[in-house]
Protein backbone atom coordinates (compact mmCIF):
# COMPACT_ATOMS: atom_id res chain seq x y z
CA UNK A 1 0.00 0.00 0.00
CA UNK A 2 2.96 2.40 0.69
CA UNK A 3 4.83 1.86 -2.46
CA UNK A 4 1.23 2.46 -4.19
CA UNK A 5 0.43 5.53 -1.74
CA UNK A 6 3.57 7.70 -3.54
CA UNK A 7 1.65 7.92 -6.79
CA UNK A 8 -1.76 8.96 -5.08
CA UNK A 9 -3.01 12.59 -6.34
CA UNK A 10 -3.85 15.66 -4.55
CA UNK A 11 -7.03 15.13 -2.52
CA UNK A 12 -10.41 17.21 -1.85
CA UNK A 13 -12.42 16.73 0.83
CA UNK A 14 -16.23 15.76 0.14
CA UNK A 15 -19.32 16.21 2.47
CA UNK A 16 -22.62 14.80 1.68
CA UNK A 17 -23.76 17.89 1.62
CA UNK A 18 -21.39 20.71 1.00
CA UNK A 19 -17.80 21.22 0.91
CA UNK A 20 -15.92 22.30 4.03
CA UNK A 21 -11.89 24.11 3.90
CA UNK A 22 -9.85 21.38 4.81
CA UNK A 23 -7.56 24.46 6.08
CA UNK A 24 -9.89 24.14 9.24
CA UNK A 25 -11.14 20.58 9.12
CA UNK A 26 -8.84 19.12 11.74
CA UNK A 27 -9.16 19.92 15.41
CA UNK A 28 -7.61 20.19 18.23
CA UNK A 29 -8.52 16.76 20.48
CA UNK A 30 -6.78 18.58 23.58
CA UNK A 31 -4.59 15.85 24.03
CA UNK A 32 -3.31 16.25 28.08
CA UNK A 33 0.11 16.85 28.86
CA UNK A 34 1.94 13.65 29.59
CA UNK A 35 -0.60 11.34 27.88
CA UNK A 36 0.82 7.84 28.08
CA UNK A 37 -0.28 5.12 26.08
CA UNK A 38 0.50 1.31 25.69
CA UNK A 39 -0.10 -0.78 23.22
CA UNK A 40 0.36 -4.83 22.21
CA UNK A 41 0.94 -5.00 18.64
CA UNK A 42 1.18 -8.32 16.71
CA UNK A 43 2.83 -7.81 13.25
CA UNK A 44 2.63 -11.56 11.83
CA UNK A 45 3.96 -13.82 14.39
CA UNK A 46 5.80 -10.94 16.37
CA UNK A 47 4.43 -9.39 18.99
CA UNK A 48 5.91 -6.67 21.09
CA UNK A 49 4.59 -3.11 23.07
CA UNK A 50 4.55 0.19 22.06
CA UNK A 51 4.85 3.12 24.50
CA UNK A 52 4.07 6.49 23.48
CA UNK A 53 4.00 10.03 25.53
CA UNK A 54 2.47 13.08 24.75
CA UNK A 55 3.60 16.09 25.81
CA UNK A 56 2.25 20.11 25.10
CA UNK A 57 5.02 22.57 24.37
CA UNK A 58 5.67 26.26 23.10
CA UNK A 59 6.67 26.45 19.53
CA UNK A 60 7.24 30.10 19.08
CA UNK A 61 3.84 31.54 19.13
CA UNK A 62 2.69 28.29 18.66
CA UNK A 63 1.76 25.29 21.07
CA UNK A 64 2.76 21.44 20.12
CA UNK A 65 2.32 18.19 20.61
CA UNK A 66 5.12 16.10 20.80
CA UNK A 67 4.72 12.43 20.53
CA UNK A 68 7.47 9.98 21.35
CA UNK A 69 6.60 6.66 20.41
CA UNK A 70 9.27 3.57 21.63
CA UNK A 71 9.30 -0.17 20.63
CA UNK A 72 11.55 -2.59 19.67
CA UNK A 73 11.89 -1.87 16.15
CA UNK A 74 11.09 1.91 15.82
CA UNK A 75 11.44 4.89 17.80
CA UNK A 76 9.74 7.90 16.74
CA UNK A 77 9.41 11.89 17.95
CA UNK A 78 6.41 13.49 16.26
CA UNK A 79 5.66 17.17 16.14
CA UNK A 80 2.45 18.26 15.15
CA UNK A 81 0.50 21.72 15.59
CA UNK A 82 -2.17 21.67 18.59
CA UNK A 83 -4.09 23.88 16.78
CA UNK A 84 -4.84 22.16 13.35
CA UNK A 85 -2.92 18.94 13.68
CA UNK A 86 -0.70 19.53 10.56
CA UNK A 87 2.72 17.52 11.05
CA UNK A 88 5.59 20.14 12.06
CA UNK A 89 8.80 17.18 11.94
CA UNK A 90 9.01 13.49 12.21
CA UNK A 91 12.10 11.95 13.41
CA UNK A 92 12.35 8.29 13.07
CA UNK A 93 15.24 5.69 14.19
CA UNK A 94 14.40 2.38 12.55
CA UNK A 95 16.08 -0.97 14.29
CA UNK A 96 17.22 -3.37 12.43
CA UNK A 97 19.89 -6.69 13.23
CA UNK A 98 22.25 -5.27 10.72
CA UNK A 99 21.85 -1.45 10.58
CA UNK A 100 19.42 1.64 12.36
CA UNK A 101 18.21 3.84 9.84
CA UNK A 102 17.74 7.65 11.28
CA UNK A 103 15.98 9.68 9.19
CA UNK A 104 14.27 13.21 9.70
CA UNK A 105 11.44 15.29 7.84
CA UNK A 106 10.89 18.71 8.46
CA UNK A 107 8.03 20.92 7.29
CA UNK A 108 8.86 23.97 5.70
CA UNK A 109 7.58 26.76 3.17
CA UNK A 110 3.81 25.22 3.31
CA UNK A 111 2.44 27.28 1.15
CA UNK A 112 -2.02 27.12 1.34
CA UNK A 113 -3.82 25.91 -1.51
CA UNK A 114 -5.44 27.69 -4.11
CA UNK A 115 -8.80 26.07 -3.91
CA UNK A 116 -9.18 25.74 -0.25
CA UNK A 117 -10.39 22.71 0.11
CA UNK A 118 -7.91 20.55 -0.29
CA UNK A 119 -5.35 18.72 2.63
CA UNK A 120 -2.09 17.12 2.25
CA UNK A 121 -0.28 14.97 4.36
CA UNK A 122 3.65 15.06 4.59
CA UNK A 123 3.83 11.26 5.79
CA UNK A 124 1.90 8.29 5.58
CA UNK A 125 3.62 6.78 8.60
CA UNK A 126 2.21 9.55 10.85
CA UNK A 127 -1.54 8.95 9.53
CA UNK A 128 -2.95 7.85 12.74
CA UNK A 129 -1.80 10.50 14.92
CA UNK A 130 -3.13 13.33 12.73
CA UNK A 131 -6.44 11.25 12.40
CA UNK A 132 -7.24 12.29 16.35
CA UNK A 133 -8.13 15.47 15.36
CA UNK A 134 -10.81 14.00 12.74
CA UNK A 135 -14.25 15.51 13.03
CA UNK A 136 -15.80 12.42 13.59
CA UNK A 137 -20.01 12.21 12.74
CA UNK A 138 -19.76 15.48 10.79
CA UNK A 139 -17.64 13.97 7.52
CA UNK A 140 -18.98 11.39 5.97
CA UNK A 141 -15.46 10.26 3.79
CA UNK A 142 -12.61 12.32 2.32
CA UNK A 143 -9.51 12.13 -0.06
CA UNK A 144 -6.17 12.04 1.28
CA UNK A 145 -2.96 13.19 -1.16
CA UNK A 146 0.59 13.03 -0.01
CA UNK A 147 2.89 15.64 -0.88
CA UNK A 148 4.92 14.41 -3.88
CA UNK A 149 2.60 12.43 -5.58
CA UNK A 150 1.85 13.19 -8.84
CA UNK A 151 -1.19 15.20 -10.21
CA UNK A 152 -2.78 13.35 -12.26
CA UNK A 153 -3.02 9.62 -11.31
CA UNK A 154 -6.24 7.89 -10.82
CA UNK A 155 -5.29 6.48 -7.79
CA UNK A 156 -7.57 7.52 -4.81
CA UNK A 157 -6.79 6.35 -1.11
CA UNK A 158 -9.73 7.65 1.11
CA UNK A 159 -10.94 8.15 4.95
CA UNK A 160 -14.43 6.95 5.34
CA UNK A 161 -16.07 7.41 8.84
CA UNK A 162 -18.13 4.40 9.42
CA UNK A 163 -20.05 4.28 12.58
CA UNK A 164 -19.33 3.86 16.28
CA UNK A 165 -18.65 0.17 17.28
CA UNK A 166 -17.48 -0.95 21.30
CA UNK A 167 -14.29 -2.03 21.49
CA UNK A 168 -13.38 -4.76 24.41
CA UNK A 169 -10.00 -3.53 25.93
CA UNK A 170 -8.89 -5.53 29.17
CA UNK A 171 -12.37 -6.63 30.23
CA UNK A 172 -13.80 -3.46 29.72
CA UNK A 173 -16.14 -1.84 26.80
CA UNK A 174 -14.29 1.53 24.93
CA UNK A 175 -17.02 2.76 22.79
CA UNK A 176 -14.88 4.34 19.61
CA UNK A 177 -15.18 6.11 16.30
CA UNK A 178 -14.29 3.15 13.65
CA UNK A 179 -12.78 4.88 10.13
CA UNK A 180 -11.79 2.91 7.56
CA UNK A 181 -8.90 3.49 4.86
CA UNK A 182 -8.05 2.07 1.37
CA UNK A 183 -7.99 2.61 -2.18
CA UNK A 184 -10.95 3.24 -3.76
CA UNK A 185 -12.36 1.39 -7.46
CA UNK A 186 -10.30 -1.37 -9.07
CA UNK A 187 -7.30 -1.22 -6.59
CA UNK A 188 -9.61 -1.02 -3.90
CA UNK A 189 -11.04 -4.65 -4.53
CA UNK A 190 -7.63 -6.18 -4.16
CA UNK A 191 -6.11 -4.26 -1.69
CA UNK A 192 -7.12 -4.61 2.38
CA UNK A 193 -8.41 -2.09 4.20
CA UNK A 194 -7.03 -0.29 7.08
CA UNK A 195 -9.18 0.08 9.71
CA UNK A 196 -8.34 2.29 13.01
CA UNK A 197 -10.66 2.76 16.49
CA UNK A 198 -10.89 5.95 18.30
CA UNK A 199 -12.59 6.13 21.54
CA UNK A 200 -15.28 8.48 21.33
CA UNK A 201 -14.49 10.85 24.52
CA UNK A 202 -11.88 13.11 23.78
CA UNK A 203 -9.25 13.34 23.58
CA UNK A 204 -9.95 10.24 20.78
CA UNK A 205 -7.27 8.25 21.63
CA UNK A 206 -6.34 5.12 19.23
CA UNK A 207 -7.85 2.03 20.42
CA UNK A 208 -6.90 -0.51 18.07
CA UNK A 209 -5.16 -0.31 14.42
CA UNK A 210 -5.94 -3.48 12.01
CA UNK A 211 -4.22 -3.25 8.74
CA UNK A 212 -1.20 -4.05 6.61
CA UNK A 213 2.61 -2.98 8.03
CA UNK A 214 4.06 -1.79 4.82
CA UNK A 215 2.94 -2.76 0.93
CA UNK A 216 0.80 -6.04 -0.02
CA UNK A 217 2.57 -9.15 1.22
CA UNK A 218 4.05 -7.97 3.88
CA UNK A 219 2.71 -9.26 7.58
CA UNK A 220 -0.74 -7.85 9.48
CA UNK A 221 -0.44 -5.76 11.98
CA UNK A 222 -3.08 -6.03 15.17
CA UNK A 223 -2.50 -2.98 17.49
CA UNK A 224 -4.38 -2.82 20.64
CA UNK A 225 -4.79 -0.46 23.23
CA UNK A 226 -3.06 -2.23 27.31
CA UNK A 227 -3.04 1.21 29.38
CA UNK A 228 -3.97 4.69 29.47
CA UNK A 229 -2.68 6.96 31.91
CA UNK A 230 -1.42 10.57 32.79
CA UNK A 231 2.15 10.65 33.42
CA UNK A 232 3.99 13.90 33.83
CA UNK A 233 7.27 12.68 33.66
CA UNK A 234 8.82 12.10 30.37
CA UNK A 235 9.84 8.72 29.15
CA UNK A 236 13.59 8.46 28.62
CA UNK A 237 14.44 8.42 24.84
CA UNK A 238 17.20 8.52 21.85
CA UNK A 239 16.31 12.23 20.91
CA UNK A 240 17.19 14.02 24.55
CA UNK A 241 20.81 14.32 22.77
CA UNK A 242 19.68 14.98 18.71
Known sequence: IITLLLFLPCFSLLLTSNTVSAEGLFVDPIIPHGETVTYNAIDGDKCYSVVEHVTVKNDGERKVYEIISLSDS????????????????????????????????????????LDGDEFKLADFAVMTYVFRGFPFT??????????????????????????????????????CHRLEFGLDGFWGTFLPKMNVWYSVDPPHYLVRYKGLVGPPGSPKRDSQLLNYTISKDALPHPFDNM
Do not use: C, W
Request: glycine share 2%; no cysteine; charged share 35%.
Open 74 to 113: IDRKLVLDKETMAIVSVHTIRKYPEVTLDSKLKVKDEKPL
Open 138 to 175: KLDKLKIGFYGSEQKRKFNFRAHYKMTESVTVNNKLIE
